[in-house]
């Protein structure tokens, strides 16, 4: 089973090269271009957000980064690596995480066994079969870690499918961190929460962009303008500007495609 | 109380009972651990891993035939390199199926592994390779010998009932070790969403191919056992009805734990016993398929869990 072993891309120095970054990407489904020809930047300490209306194509653009769906033409470059042809699992390994937009936990386990099981996925010998999961201390550390990291430390003993809806989605991005990804591609995390839960759900974004590059799509956009260091408008799969938030905020076609005349 | 508790009971209860026995119903208590063996081994792909195979039965009749092919006429066989053969052979075919099936989710996967234990069913019903549809008889059941001592003659019943719970309790001891292990966590995360494992680092067409071939080998260590007690194999064993029976078992113990898999294989084999009686039931004996099924029916309608959330039920909806 030498496929279950770990391929961790060796960091490589490549000066004013950004983490991840995508050339042309073009998705095609028959004959509607979902996202065509976006060329975009992500880069450690920023988050960088990516909005536009239902079926803009963030989503497809967030799948093809995670490499969950193919390219149709395009090529995805991370750390250094053409990963265009990558498989999803090997891009996880190698430093790509997301998370979802429906809540994707696994909701009999506990909490911290959410976390510990994404954590394995780097671990060697996963066929140890005479290994107890659940005394696995490599993941178990790595799985306590992002607990905290997110927030939910409190709650690791809890049945995940217990969580409110904002502890889900903390769940969401502490799973997430379990896997030690450098690039976070966030689908949503703030959808449905309330003010308090998106308080603190934006706290621990800022607190991780420090250590990852962020791509996040949102549609609340007083928290996008609040926390991005760089937005990116997408309308019927292009990208009609990507700019500081106070460039876009005065950007007169990103008003009228999209902010409305009155924002 | 420790989980392995009860296990371990019934496998001290089960070491003792030859005693008290009566041929007949010793016999039984081989047949019903035999397709506990059987069972198990399915219960790793639908419960564990949560892959609905409809053709299980291709490997347990690949380790049947295998067992009394590889005999042949030459005396009784070492146990020591034909049980290995016999379940080498079941978990080639069943990587190569898994291969291809895993490819494929939901109800493709049904029909493809029904397909392909369809062609091996067709494979010993239609050629000579196996004695066509008759099968073949198993002349000498296999032995274990060092130095000129017999240490173990299948053909003696007391033997073949040790060896058939040493299977048993392997079977259910190795699978219990893997449900622990990260190995079986990751069977788990994937029964309840492969894609978020993918998106986890989890090559997940890997592991449930390593399942699928570990289900596989078990199956054909049932059938190798079937193979010796019954001393004769025929196509019927790989067929779709064996397939469904086996899963009928784990549905009836209910799914998701090797103790439903168990106490389905024994609940399965004993009203099939009870229905095919004449000396209790007379004519209605020969339409044992329509008081089974009627019988299974009226379980599944009453137990969605399984006889193993009888207890549950029991105990009130608190212990649940």
Known sequence: ?263 | MKPWIVPVLAAVALAALPAVLTPYTQDLVVKIAVFAVFALSLELLVGTTGLVSLGHAAFFGIGAYVTVMATGDRGAASALWLLPAAMAAAALYAAFVGALSLRTTGVYFIMVTLAFAQMAYFVFHDTKLGGGSDGIFLYSKPVIELGGTVLLDLDRKPHLYYAVLAALVFTYALLALIRRSRFGHALAGIRVNEQRMRAAGFRTYGYKLAAFVIAGALAGLAGFLLAVKDGAVNPELLSWHESGAVLLMIILGGIGSLRGAVIGAVAFTLLKELYQSEALLGTLASHWQLTLGLTIIAFVALLPKGLIGLKARLWGSAHG
Not at chain 1, 110 to 129: F, I, M
Not at chain 1, 189 to 212: D, I, N, S
């Open chain 1, 1 to 263: 089973m030498a496929e279950l072993q770990v391929h961790v891309a060796e960091p490589q120095a490549h000066a004013g090269e950004p983490l991840l970054r995508s050339n042309l990407l073009t998705r095609r489904f028959g004959g509607l271009t979902a996202v065509h020809n976006v060329s975009l930047a992500f880069e450690v300490g920023e988050v960088h957000a990516v909005i536009g209306t239902n079926g803009a194509g963030k989503s497809t653009l967030i799948n093809m980064l995670s490499g969950e769906m193919p390219a149709s033409s395009g090529s995805i470059h991370f750390d250094g690596h053409d990963i265009t042809d990558w498989s999803q699992p090997r891009r996880a390994l190698a430093g790509i995480g997301r998370s979802y937009q429906r809540t994707t936990i696994f909701p009999a386990f506990s909490v911290l066994e959410n976390c510990r099981l994404c954590a394995q996925a780097a671990l060697p010998r996963a066929w140890a079969v005479w290994q107890s999961a659940q005394r696995c201390e490599a993941s178990l550390a790595v799985a306590r870690e992002a607990l905290a990291s997110a927030g939910l430390a409190d709650d690791a003993a809890r049945v995940a499918g217990t969580l409110s809806h904002g502890g889900k989605r903390q769940l969401e991005i502490a799973m997430c961190l379990a896997t030690r990804p450098r690039v976070l591609l966030l689908d949503e995390p703030l959808a449905g929460m309330g003010a308090e839960e998106t308080e603190r759900m934006l706290a621990l974004l800022a607190a991780l962009k420090r250590q990852h590059a962020v791509l996040l799509v949102e549609h609340d956009m007083d928290a996008v303008f609040r926390i991005a260091e760089r937005i990116t408008v997408m309308v019927n799969g292009e990208v009609i500007a990507s700019d500081a938030p106070a460039a876009i905020r005065s950007n007169r076609q990103v008003q009228l495609a999209y902010l409305g005349e009155g924002h």
